[in-house]
């Protein structure tokens, strides 16, 4: 059984930074890529970006240039640097991953505003 548990979100001023992490337990990290989506209310989950177990990274085109996505294997950590952030980033984010089945997080708030 997979555990993946975020942090990191919170409320932010436009043009401001956060760290969101994903810690995962009950897997062999390494082994897997992992994923970050994020959803509003009303609206269907988003894919955010995603880190292969080989940590080639890919990402949705409205946070290209703005986010990073890593991961610390020796933590079984994850994590998805946010910077240059705007309203339209403000979601629930939620970490994923795919071993045997898919496991996702509880989610993290992360709010946008002035």
């Known amino acids: 059984q997979v555990q993946l548990v975020e942090s990191g979100g919170g409320l932010v001023q436009p043009g401001g930074s956060l760290r969101l992490s994903c810690a995962a337990s009950g897997s062999d990290f390494s082994a897997n890529a992992m994923d970050w989506y994020r959803q509003v209310p009303g609206k269907q989950r988003e894919w955010v970006a995603t880190i292969s177990s080989a940590s080639s990274t890919y990402y949705t085109n409205s946070v290209q240039g703005r986010f990073t996505i890593s991961r610390d294997n020796a933590k079984n950590t994850g994590y998805l640097q946010m910077n240059s952030l705007n309203a339209e980033d403000t979601a629930v984010y939620y970490c994923?991953?795919?071993?045997?089945?898919?496991?996702w997080g509880q989610g993290t708030q992360v709010t946008v505003s002035s």
């Open positions: 994923h991953m795919f071993a045997k089945h898919d496991y």
